[in-house]
Each structure stands twice: as structure tokens, then as C-alpha cells.
């Protein structure tokens, strides 16, 4: 598993707003300690209105059967084991505006 590999999860029933079910995300780190962060996904283009959000079309090599919006703003921790698959690889181009958008999020800058 590799820093902006698009997967496959099961993203767990939450209380709140956060995506859950069957979805694609995208990976944003190594396993640490049977963790790691993703960035999940969704269909929803009306989802592009939010900040810390980014187009993903779909491309042989990320795996997308359809357009989607990276929800950055929603990425999180999660255990591995709720991986179901790897689906491909996002473009680099798209990491590194994501990889802008956290040092946004968190004031690194």
C-alpha cells in the first residue's frame, strides 16, 4: 500500500455527516501500525461546492468508473482491514494539490 493509491473500503456508520459504505478512497499513507489515512470519495459532483474538495475524473489509471470528488476535508484514520481492493493510482498532479489542501487544513504553513 502506497501514498495516493486509489482502494476499495467498507468506511464504517458514523453519527455525523461523514461518508460510509462501499466506496473508493484515496490512500494517503503508509500502514502505521495496521492504521492508515484515506481520503474518501463520492459521485456527488454537487459535493465540488465545499471547500478542501477536488475533481477526479475517471481514467484507466485510477480505476474510477465514474467521476468523483475528493472529500479532503473528511480524510481520517481507519484500521486496514476494512480494504476490500486496490483500484489504481491517482494522478500526481491531483496528490499534490491534495497534499496543498492538508497543509492548508492544518495551518502547516
Known sequence: MKKGEII???????????????RPAILLSREINNMVFIVPLTTKRSALKYHFTINVENSKLNGLKENSTALVFQMRALDKKIIKKKLGKLEEDLLSRINKLITEIFELK
Not at 455525523?16 to 462501499?22: K, V
Open 8 to 22: 476499495l473500503l467498507e468506511l464504517p456508520l458514523s453519527n455525523g455527516h461523514e461518508q460510509f459504505g462501499l
